[in-house]
């Protein structure tokens, strides 16, 4: 056998560089080997402790790929394992071939042959074995060992690509896979479902349902506390993007001097403190959404950078030459109106335009009529497991309560009253199993009064005498009243008076029964 030809080599490391994945690049080993040696079966088995794994094979039935060889029950691969250079097994060495019965061609015992072994090492590593069998004995003698060598190293370079290649791909997919499971965790965390039933709710999810699978950028905007991080974290899980990362900025809290740094990153040396690189938040959110909280803080400068680099998909870290690209979706939320910071110059009109392509109102919580009771059972649950307690309710009474209030602070308030009443509530009931949420746990609730609320006529005024008066006693009358009347009018029929009142009927008898309303019904004797 001739010592190994320059063109085989060649043509081996031209092979395994042009292979598109880790099986190919596999076969082309093999293949190339058989080329060079002649040999009936070849196979590349990977080394793990002590066990060895077939990971390539040819001349061999297909079912030793499932097999998991011990080292220390066969000595042929105990030797090699050992070894640090190739061994040639004499054709007719008493230790037992681990191949016996394995060879396509041959069924049984396998005759005297000729088997050697290469263990591929890297780095002083022993990543695996290429074993290289022939059915005509001692055709193995004559090969240079300078051709088992280069052999020997081509396919250690080839199996440690391949481990290297895979160990990537694991990070890459471990990586993405954390990357899935933290922003379902912060979905779940953070309530994961708009709750509420009412018709400005049932419209809000509806444009939620309509934009949320295109790449639009959205501007969500709303007062304060009405849920609008909640409503971003819906429309990037309703997307396309929802396994990638949402990245939460809030644009209120970016220092002035770092506002470039934060969103776009920078290299080492680029600022004094900067001792190393560091990805932005448009690199984090690559693939997915960025959420800018309260955009409507940030100065015009900053707003600049931002346009840039929506408009054209790039971004530039600070301190470096070259820019990246980014594909990023943007989800703006601002409790400002930016028509009027537009007017008034403290925002850019053209960034304004570029973030709002859909923009999306969030309702207070006072104009979602029936959701107050939805969300106060959501907000008793959450605190039940908070707390520890094994069972928490809110009673009717305290729900009527806090039906009354308008809620100024909006969901957000309405969840720290939840949290504050459950804890009155556990205070003043150690010893129940059931623990309920009173209307005094929940404390006095001012009712909000504000330029809409108080307008009221120099009539209406002069009839009220400010002394003495509950309110609650007031509105009670008063809603006994009108509820009666309506009652009278429509000849006792609930559905009619609620149709009348605008409101569902189940809802009229609850209110009916908590003022004791009731409709008597006679029958006269003619």
């Known amino acids: 056998m001739s010592q190994i030809s320059s063109s085989a080599i060649i043509e081996l490391a031209l092979n395994l560089a042009g292979s598109l994945n880790t099986k190919d690049r596999f076969d082309r080993l093999l293949d190339t080997v058989r080329k060079t040696i002649v040999c009936d079966a070849v196979a590349l ?104 060598e280069v052999i020997s190293a081509m396919a250690s370079a080839t199996l440690n690509t391949a481990f290297l290649i895979e160990q990537l791909e694991n990070q890459a997919d471990h990586s993405k896979r954390v990357v899935t499971e933290l922003t379902e965790e912060a979905w779940k965390r953070d309530g994961g479902e708009l709750i509420g039933e009412s018709q400005v709710m049932q419209q809000l999810k509806q444009e939620i349902a309509i934009v949320a699978p295109s790449d639009f950028n959205i501007l969500v905007y709303g007062d304060t506390g009405v849920g609008k991080e909640l409503v971003a974290r819906t429309l990037h899980h309703k997307s396309l993007r929802k396994n990638g990362p949402m990245v939460y900025v809030n644009c209120a809290a970016l220092p002035e001097n770092l506002i470039e740094s934060e969103l776009f990153g920078h290299v080492k040396g680029a600022f004094t403190g900067a001792d190393k690189n560091r990805a932005g938040k448009f690199s984090l959110a690559n693939g997915g959404t960025l959420f800018l909280d309260e955009i409507g803080e940030l100065p015009i400068a900053a707003q600049s950078k931002i346009l840039r680099a929506i408009q054209s998909n790039e971004i530039q870290p600070v301190g470096q030459d070259n820019v990246e690209e980014v594909n990023v979706r943007i989800v703006a939320a601002t409790n400002r109106d930016l028509k009027e910071e537009v007017k008034g110059g403290r925002f850019r009109a053209d960034l304004y335009h570029r973030l709002s392509v859909y923009p999306i109102r969030v309702p207070q919580l006072r104009e979602r009529v029936g959701d107050v009771q939805l969300l106060s059972g959501y907000f008793v ?135 004791n309303i009731q409709v008597v019904k006679s029958v006269i004797d003619n």
């Open 381 to 515: 649950e959450q605190t039940k497991q908070k707390l520890g307690i094994s069972q928490l309710k809110i009673t009717k009474e305290a729900i009527v309560h806090l039906e009354q209030y308008s809620w100024p602070g909006n969901v957000r308030e309405l969840e720290h009253v939840i949290s504050r009443a459950a804890l009155k509530a556990r205070a003043r009931q150690k010893h129940k199993t059931i623990i309920a949420i009173e209307s005094a746990d929940c404390g006095s609730l001012d009712m909000l009064v504000n330029e809409k609320t108080a307008q009221i006529t120099e009539t209406t005024s002069a009839s009220i005498e400010f002394t003495d008066i509950n309110l609650r006693d007031e509105t009670d009358r008063f809603q006994r009243q009108l509820i009666s009347q309506t009652l009278s009018q429509e000849g006792g029929n609930w559905a009619a008076a609620a149709r009348r009142l605008t409101t569902d009927r189940a809802n009229l008898n609850r209110i009916a029964k908590r003022l």
């Open 45 to 148: 088995l990977s080394y793990h402790g002590d066990i060895l794994k077939p990971i390539a094979l040819q001349g061999l039935s297909r079912d030793t790929l499932g097999r998991r060889f011990s080292v220390a029950e066969h000595p042929r691969f105990t030797a090699l394992c050992k070894s640090k250079a190739p061994i040639r097994f004499a054709a007719d060495s008493p230790l037992p071939d681990p191949y016996d019965g394995l060879l396509v061609d041959r069924s049984g015992d396998l005759p005297v042959h000729s088997c050697m072994g290469l263990p591929l090492y890297y780095d002083d590593k022993l990543l695996g074995l290429l074993t290289i069998d022939s059915l005509t004995p001692y055709v193995f003698e004559d090969i240079p060992e300078r051709t088992l």
